[in-house]
């Protein structure tokens, strides 16, 4: 038999143990750690996430204690049944006992395996927190607004630290203030035209890093209005002219009348769903300046918050709100952009047929429909007065105009404020010290 040179049964010994050591190494490690929110703050509210994940086997327990001044105390344990490869445990540190200033929150997690004699690994990490329980200071900069019903307004306010979020809530709508290079945050707000003078009950609300959060009414000055109504009759006429194309939203076996009800219901719902999604994807900064321009030498059909009733042979068979202002001109009109900003969507939707919807930032957005043609693309660049295609009577339309709607983080408002130089320079531009526009 040939001797194995020694170089080589070196190399294998060292492979074999290497090998092993690997192994025992993967077995020898607790679960990995990480925390959220995760920016070094928090407060007796603040729901603190702890996420877990371990390689080797999986999660069994979590130990949850507070350091200060080297002092560690207990505040929770948890055991996962079953255990996971992933869990999560969240918690608050109303018990902790903590007073304000800095401390370490100390995270100790288990696993299954059979290290250490059965006792498993365990990983522990040390976060270095600061406590506080103090809710942010918000000082208001504009002067108490005049809202109308249905309509917009806006705030500019600052705070004495930084906020994780901020904005002016309405009942249950939440718009969101954007903070801007100088500090300020800026919010545009709705009092909801299905809102009663009575029952609008707007409040500014803030959230710190810590999770404290400031809540405090928002001192200006409701104003009513009232909205028209307006009876459709649904001739069959008219019900058979739309069906195909509604047939393509809506398939199924259905009368006409059936179709467009579901329609003028179901998809407008979700349409309306779809437009405050895209409220919520707004440039952080003001990309318009002055008046808005409207559809040029068009007339006005309908109006805003029209509430509408819809007849069938004599039947009341539908009741809608109409959520924008209907400019009628020439067939096929060229539309021009309202102001200036970014497109963010074109294409068919539901009720709207062919439609722009325009982002102006802070939430402010326009939305053009019922369109023939469209010369613009999501991400476009627009400036005010551009032509982005031609009217037409795609959608829920009886003939070619266009629909125009203004929204604020996806809640339509009043388009009419937006014409009128005067409203925007009293109610914004002036109010925020941005630069106004003069009145012809
Ligand atoms: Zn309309």
New binding site residues.
């Given amino acids: 038999m040939k001797r194995i040179p020694v170089y080589l049964l070196a190399l294998i010994l060292l492979g074999v143990g290497g090998g092993l050591a690997y192994f025992l190494m993967k077995d020898m490690e607790g679960p990995s750690i990480r925390i959220s929110p995760d920016n070094g703050k928090a407060g007796a509210t603040q729901e603190i996430t702890v996420y877990m994940y371990d390689e080797g086997s999986e999660v069994k327990s979590v130990n949850i204690s507070v350091r200060k001044n080297n002092v560690s105390s207990h505040l929770l344990s948890h055991t996962f049944d079953p255990p996971a490869k992933e869990a999560q445990f969240s918690f608050t540190l109303e018990n902790a006992k903590l007073r304000d200033g800095s401390f370490e929150l100390e995270v100790k997690a288990n696993d299954t395996s059979m290290a250490g004699f059965g006792k498993g690994n365990s990983t522990t990490r040390l976060f270095e927190m600061r406590y506080d329980s103090v809710p942010p200071r918000l000082s208001v900069r504009t002067a108490p607004p005049y809202i109308y019903r249905g309509g917009a307004g806006c705030i500019a306010f600052t705070a004495n630290e930084e906020l994780a979020a901020a904005g002016v809530k309405v009942n249950e709508l939440f718009f969101p203030a954007y903070r801007q290079d100088n500090g300020e945050y800026i919010c545009f707000f709705a009092f909801p035209y299905n809102v009663e003078m009575k029952d609008y009950k707007p409040v500014i609300t803030a959230q710190d890093l810590a999770g404290n959060i400031v809540t405090s009414r928002l001192a200006h000055y409701p104003l009513a209005r009232n909205f028209r109504t307006d009876t459709i009759n649904l001739s069959d006429n008219f019900l058979e002219s739309k069906d195909g194309e509604f047939t393509e939203l809506v398939p199924g076996n259905m009368t006409p009348l059936q179709r467009y009800l579901v329609v003028n219901g179901d998809i407008r719902r979700e349409n309306d769903v779809k437009l405050l999604e895209f409220g919520k994807q707004s440039a952080d900064t003001m990309l318009w300046s002055g008046t808005f321009a409207r559809l040029p030498n068009a007339s006005s059909p309908?109006g805003f918050a029209e509430f509408r009733s819809y007849v069938y042979n004599g039947e009341l068979v539908d009741q809608q709100t109409?959520l924008?202002s209907?400019l009628a001109s020439v067939r096929q009109a060229a539309i021009p952009a309202a102001n200036d900003g970014v497109v963010i969507f074109t294409g068919y939707m539901g009720i709207y047929g062919e439609m722009v919807l325009i982002d102006h930032g802070l939430g402010l957005q326009t939305l053009y429909s019922h369109m023939s043609n469209i010369h613009v693309s999501p991400g476009d660049i627009v400036s005010k007065g551009q032509t982005i295609g031609q009217t037409g009577a795609t959608g829920m339309a009886g003939g070619d105009h266009l629909?125009f709607g203004v929204y604020v983080s996806g809640f339509p408002v009043n388009p009419i404020e937006w014409f009128d130089a005067q409203w925007i320079r009293d109610k914004i531009t002036d109010r925020l010290r941005l630069p106004g526009e003069a009145i012809q």
Avoid: E, K, S, T
Wanted: hydrophobic content about 20%; charged content about 20%; proline content about 0%.
């Fill in positions: 309908a109409h924008g209907d629909h």
